[in-house]
């Protein structure tokens, strides 16, 4: 059964860090791209963070650029969030994703078939 399972979220001050993890049950993971995407409270669904599956380039949203980093180990099928100086602004339920996206799509949903659960980040301020 292909699954994603997000962990590492939680409760932290303003300006600390979590580094989140996603493990994939995933055939031939390094073929597939793999995104950090992020949902607050009455909010859509907005792009986080991208690495290739092919040269492991990464992507960022302007608002997390300089204070995130993802990146993945395909040994382990895993990819993980590195979220520093973390702002209350960063509040919200962060969903690990893979697909095959293109350059158009790497940034958005339509470009990944295969979603976790979530798991809460919450900053205090």
């Known amino acids: 059964q292909v699954q994603l399972v997000e962990s590492g979220g939680g409760l932290v001050q303003a300006g600390g860090s979590l580094r989140l993890s996603c493990a994939a049950s995933l055939e031939s993971f390094s073929n597939y791209g793999l995104g950090w995407f992020r949902q607050a409270p009455g909010k859509e669904r907005e792009f986080v963070a991208a690495?290739?599956?092919?040269?492991?380039?990464?992507f960022y949203s302007d608002s997390v650029k300089s204070r995130f980093t993802i990146s993945r180990d395909n040994a382990k099928n895993t990819v993980f969030l590195q979220m520093n100086n973390l702002k209350s602004e960063d509040t919200a339920v962060y969903y690990c994703?893979?697909?095959?996206?293109?350059?158009?799509?790497?940034?958005?949903?339509?470009?990944?078939?295969?979603w976790g659960q979530g798991t809460q980040v919450t900053v205090s301020s």
């Open positions: 690495i290739r599956w092919t040269n492991s380039m990464t």
């Open positions: 994703a893979a697909g095959r996206p293109i350059s158009s799509t790497i940034r958005t949903t339509l470009g990944y078939s295969i």
